[in-house]
């Protein structure tokens, strides 16, 4: 193991500082005919004046030791299984890489000899090669936290449950009595666990948790960025009341476990206000529950924000400002429409508006717009809901979605008497909302009448802002960029430079789970009906047809906005290939 510089006796650690130049002769002075007397006064003085991290930085230098900020590592788990628990918080140290036998630990005070001396003992007796780190305080205590994961908290509490059933075994009386015992001594470690799995799932930055049983065990998956990532298996016994508590929590039938429930709790993590829809769903293992989880605080996001830039922007903006007519969202479930629609609804929401919405369910709380809630189980339907909402006076209005045909002729109507309306629609792209609206039953004459524009949009990663790098282009790409975004407007490729090709992904870090992304934006395209095109929608064109007169226009697809934002360094290729590929 190497050993840890003594330090030049010929000067200290302060005096180190000001040949740096990290620390002025003057506040050395006033740190010396101040009260800090001893070492630790010393040390707690600099670390005043200089901040943690720039302290800690100083500090490795004058020990000759490489720093590390433990928050933007990603600590493997043969790593952190190196040194017990115990020791590790005893000696404020923590292994935070492992290669073979080479550990690499980081060290919070490099002067504790107790600390060294265990390591030394740890190395020689694993046969292990040492490397070792500084970092700050904070720094160990977050990577200490974060450390604790899913699998060891929910570990413990499914130890607490057995212990207890073993106490069961042996203290109750009778059988009666060892079977209220057993359903009363899971409570409290079952309640942990509940609360572990939602916990971890908010740290994730998890859309969605889905519970699931299997044949001979249980699996808890997590919906990052859209993607599933399965996070953790436990025995199938306690699946049960898992179910159960969830249940409890969101108000629904326990004992109702042949058809699907819906519904709804919230919780306050950290801060943030968190509303949870639920849905079980009976299968042949057992219920499933799926929760998806909708954070009240962040707020609406601008149009911006989500990705919607350029022309794009100002012809949606165009349309959003119109006195009446529809604009449709498409795009298949999870696409984002909502969110789009939200932000729309910000944008409009002025005191002299009347903005009615009907929605399944009401994700976003928007102050000053009126959000109902559709109940099939009492009859209120979409279509029921859109009519009632035409005799509250409404400027504005807002249907969560198009399903059939009723609600589309009421929609319809709504656009072309002064209102109006916004909806979404499942088509894979823009074009496909017309054939989908007339396959509905709706009149060519009146959806030309009434449809203001069709916008698609397609959720996608973003490369994580803290390991992005740029990737090589094969010669094959950039002839595809060059085709695919020839004769481009020059508003959308504003920035971006198509003569120079390049393209970045994420390295993985700890910030982003070593996945290379983190968060997500959406890629649109946004289709005005002009009027070239509703001359082919009353002559019954195809939506190929369509389609092509649409770009002829202008229209920039969601592939090259996609193509786009790729050059921008803002998603990987990958990305885009994987949700606009036919």
């Known amino acids: 193991m190497p050993k840890v510089s003594t330090v030049e006796k010929r000067r200290t650690l302060e005096q180190f500082l000001v040949e740096k130049g990290d620390l002025t002769k003057k506040q050395l002075s006033g740190i010396e005919i101040g009260q800090a007397t001893n070492r630790e006064g010393v040390e707690a003085a600099l670390f005043k004046i200089l901040g943690e991290e720039k302290f800690t930085r100083a500090k490795a230098d004058f020990f000759h030791l490489p720093y590390v900020d433990l928050r933007t590592q990603s600590i493997s788990k043969d790593a952190y299984t190196v040194v017990g628990k115990d020791i590790s918080e005893n000696y404020k140290f923590l292994p935070f890489a492992k290669e073979n036998d080479l550990v690499k630990i980081a060290l919070t005070n490099p002067a504790d000899l107790r600390a060294l001396e265990a390591l030394e003992f740890l190395a020689q007796k694993n046969k292990y090669r040492i490397e070792l780190y500084l970092t700050s305080p904070s720094s160990y205590n977050e990577a200490v936290v974060k450390g604790r994961t899913i699998s060891s908290e929910v570990s413990e509490a499914l130890q607490a449950i057995q212990k207890k059933e073993k106490e069961t075994q042996l203290t109750s009386q009778g059988a009666e009595a060892a079977i209220v015992a057993r359903k009363i001594s899971p409570e409290a470690p079952i309640t942990k666990i509940v609360d572990v799995i939602i916990k971890h799932a908010f740290t ?119 006195a009446h007519g529809m604009l449709l969202v498409t795009g298949p479930t999870g696409s984002g429409k909502s969110t789009t629609l939200y932000a729309v609804l910000t944008i409009l929401n002025k005191i002299g508006v009347n903005i009615v919405t009907l929605e399944d369910p009401v994700e976003y709380f928007v102050n000053g717009v009126n959000q109902a809630q559709v109940n099939p189980d009492i009859g209120l339907t979409f279509a029921s809901g859109l009519r009632s909402i035409l005799r509250q006076d409404p400027n504005i209005i807002m249907v969560g ?14 656009a072309l008497t002064g209102h109006l309306v916004f909806s979404t629609l499942h088509t894979n792209d823009a074009v496909g909302a017309i054939p989908r609206l007339l396959d509905m039953g709706i009149e060519a004459f009146l959806l030309t009448a009434s449809v203001n524009a069709v916008m698609a949009q397609r959720l996608v990663r973003k490369i994580c802002r803290d390991c992005r790098k740029e990737i090589s282009v094969q010669e094959e790409v950039k002839k595809m960029f060059a085709q695919e975004l020839k004769g481009i407007p020059k508003e959308e490729a504003e920035g971006v430079d198509l003569s120079k090709i390049k393209l970045y992904a994420g390295a993985g870090c700890k910030s982003c789970g070593d996945s290379g992304y983190k968060g997500r934006l959406a890629i649109f395209e946004v289709l005005p009906l002009s009027d070239k095109l509703k001359e082919q929608i009353l002559g019954r064109e195809s939506a190929a047809k369509l389609g092509e007169t649409a770009r002829v226009e202008g229209m920039i697809t969601m592939k090259q906005d996609g193509l786009i934002k790729a050059l921008k360094g803002l998603i990987t290729l990958e990305e885009v290939i994987r949700v606009t590929k036919e």
């Open 401 to 414: 979605e198009i399903r059939d045909r009723e609600t589309a002729e009421l929609a319809v109507h709504s």
């Open 204 to 322: 994730a930055r998890a859309s969605d948790i889905h519970i699931e049983p299997q044949e001979n065990d249980l699996r808890i998956r997590y919906r990052v960025d859209g993607i599933l990532y399965s996070s953790l298996i436990v025995p199938k016994i306690v699946h049960p009341a898992i179910v159960s508590r969830i249940k409890i929590l969101s108000n629904l039938k326990i004992d109702e476990q042949r058809l699907p429930q819906d519904g709804r709790f919230h919780m306050d993590i950290e801060e943030h206000s968190i509303d949870f829809r639920v849905s079980t769903l009976p299968t042949v293992n057992g219920e499933k529950v799926v929760m998806r989880l909708l954070d009240k605080s962040s707020g609406v996001s601008s149009l911006a924000e989500l990705g919607l830039t350029g022309m794009k922007l100002r012809r949606l903006k165009e349309n959003i400002i119109k």
